[in-house]
């Protein structure tokens, strides 16, 4: 990053051999995206994580069973601090179907997947270089929801490191859990600590913490409603206090929940929902952590599955898959 613009990483998915990463410039003093490059990263590099220290850009492969193939990818790209150029250092097996999410542990030590449609999750030593090694720990989630079309078997939709650096937390959105697991570093291991379960049919996607760290907040995808939790860090437990909706009274459309952020100030929370096509806002109590919706901005596109703020925290920039595009919100 420079004084005028950043580097931005965009994930897809993919067709033939078509160019998954796509490298643009964005320029924080007018909201303005510049599209540089397109690299190959294999079947669909949906999601996208950075190195905590060093410059390497990690990539799932979101692939698996239901497209014939035997499972999913993680990749690692070398990043020219200067141009942003990717090249290729190393890819391992997800261990599970359809890879949706990673995570890199704040030590720059681990990283983690979730593969939704197998509902397991895989644990990776990260080398010297960034590159990623053999897997040294697999953890298949287990059990059913209420929807008999989206909830037959598990489906691990992320991976959250806590804010104490000691668990991870993973929605799965097939058995309507976040469950918790306790890093063991020495060992190399996740170790089963605990489980929140919501309400049936819920089928929690994405999850984010609040700067106090005494927070978490959770996006359903099935209902498009999103759950408050208390977070107690040094036991890693979580205790619901709120779950409420985002769509319109009266709503008649398709619609699921998909990315969810708080803003670093802690002041608001925003969310994205998919058919309504908007990202929703929402205030946080400064007492209680508790929501109340107070907008919901369409993004001019169709539907918007991910976003992210921008360095500056000026600025939000919705990926709206359906329609191939970016848009920047100030």
């Keep these: ?32 995206v510049q599209r540089l490059e397109s690299f190959s990263a294999g079947r669909n ?13 990690y990539a799932v492969g979101e692939v698996g069973s239901h497209e014939g193939r035997p499972g999913g990818l993680v990749s690692s790209f070398s990043v020219d601090r200067a141009t942003g150029h990717l090249t290729p250092l190393n890819q391992q097996p997800s261990h599970g179907a359809a890879p949706c999410h990673i995570v890199v542990t704040p030590d720059g030590c681990f990283l983690a997947a979730a593969n939704y449609t197998s509902g397991a999750l895989a644990l990776y030593p990260l080398e010297g270089d960034g590159r990623i090694g053999p897997a040294c720990d697999t953890i298949q989630h287990r059990g059913k929801g209420p929807d008999a079309e989206r909830q037959k078997g598990p489906h691990a939709h992320s991976v959250n490191v806590d804010p ?43 999850l984010d913490f609040h700067p106090d760290g005494r927070h978490a907040y959770v996006v359903n995808e099935l209902d498009s409603t999103l759950t408050v939790f208390n977070y107690d860090s040094s036991k890693g437990l979580l205790t619901e206090i709120q779950t409420i909706p985002t769509l319109p ?9 998909a990315e969810i952020q708080v803003h670093p100030s802690g002041r608001f929370l925003y969310a994205s929902i998919r058919g309504l096509d908007s990202i929703v806002i929402c205030r946080i109590d400064e007492a209680t952590g508790k929501l109340s919706l107070i907008g919901r901005e369409p993004t001019r596109g169709k539907t918007p599955r991910h976003f992210t703020l921008d360095p500056t925290n000026a600025f939000l920039l919705a990926a709206n898959q359906d329609s191939d595009s970016v848009t920047v919100f100030r």
């Design 249 to 257: 009274e009266g709503f008649a459309g398709t619609h699921s929940g």
């Design 1 to 32: 990053m420079n004084d005028k613009s950043v580097l931005l990483y965009v994930g897809s998915y993919t067709k033939d051999n078509e160019a998954g990463i796509r490298l643009c410039r964005f320029y924080p003093a007018d909201g303005t």
């Design 164 to 206: 104490g650096r000691r668990f991870i937390l993973s929605c799965d959105l097939g058995i309507d859990k976040v469950l918790v697991y306790r890093i063991d570093p020495a060992a190399r291991r996740l170790v089963p600590h605990g489980e929140a379960i919501l309400h049936p049919g819920a089928g929690p996607r994405h």
């Design 45 to 57: 590099p949906t999601f996208l994580a950075l190195h905590p220290s060093k410059p390497v850009l």
